[in-house]
């Protein structure tokens, strides 16, 4: 994961408006930055127990097919924006990735939906992430999905996603079964929730965050709703 801490190294702003996290004593940070208010805030934190295992990781990672390990440690998506992911939200020339769909089960039903809170968001594309990507649609072209929008029973609605199977979209229960688990055991890592999909995007943002990454842009980049809440998850 070292070039997701390289790449957020530089990208950080040192304005005194901006959150920034700072290095403390033993295994705990302190992040400091200015509220809407204008007020001063700061809050200490710890990384997740996964960030301080890089071991594991890379154990876990190497059981995935590598478009889904890159895109849920490189790009910090929920899993439904990775079965979601359009070809269109991949601008490889500017080094940006669009997050502006996911697949949601609702029932026993697939439907493309906004992310999550309705939040569009712009994440940096690291270049291993993005040659990843890259060797994954040569493998694997994009393929049209017609699913509902937002219900079972809503208006179809067809996008080209990067990630699909021979079916068509990627069945999340399917694919946990399937792909997830079992490269979750081969790595010896114990059943849990905190060990789902998601803890592919903790790690993404507990490595930037012991990096020193902008708190700000870091929530910005995840889709929370505001540094606070950011904190709040890795406190």
Not at 126 to 143: I, K, M, N, S, T
Not at 174 to 185: E, I, K, L
Not at 186 to 209: D, I, Q, T
């Amino acid at each position: 994961m070292g070039h997701v801490q390289d790449l957020w190294y530089s990208a950080g702003d040192d304005s005194e408006d901006r959150p920034t996290a700072r290095h403390g004593k033993g295994k705990r940070w302190k992040a400091r930055w200015i509220d809407p208010d204008g007020q001063e805030k700061s809050q200490a934190f710890t990384r997740k127990t996964l960030a301080r295992r890089p071991s594991v990781i890379s154990g876990w990672l190497a059981g995935l097919p590598v478009g889904e390990r890159y895109v849920g440690s490189g790009l910090g998506l929920r899993q439904g924006e990775i079965t979601g992911l359009p070809l269109d939200g991949l601008d490889f020339l500017r080094r940006n990735v669009r997050v502006r769909l996911q697949v949601r089960l609702i029932g026993k039903t697939l439907v493309f939906a906004p992310p999550k809170g309705g939040r569009e968001r712009d994440v940096p594309l690291p270049d291993p992430v993005g040659l990843a990507l890259a060797a994954h649609l040569e493998e694997f072209p994009a393929r049209t999905v017609t699913l509902p929008w937002r219900e079972p029973g809503g208006k179809p609605r067809t996008e080209t996603l990067v990630f699909v199977t021979s079916n068509g979209p990627i069945h999340r229960n399917g694919f946990n079964s399937y792909v997830w688990h079992p490269a979750r055991r081969k790595a010896r890592v114990p059943a849990g929730r905190e060990n789902g999909m998601h803890a592919l995007r903790h790690h993404y943002a507990s490595v930037l965050l012991s990096g020193g990454m902008d708190i700000g842009a870091l929530s910005e980049f995840l889709g929370h709703h505001d540094p606070d809440f950011t904190l709040r998850v890795y406190t």
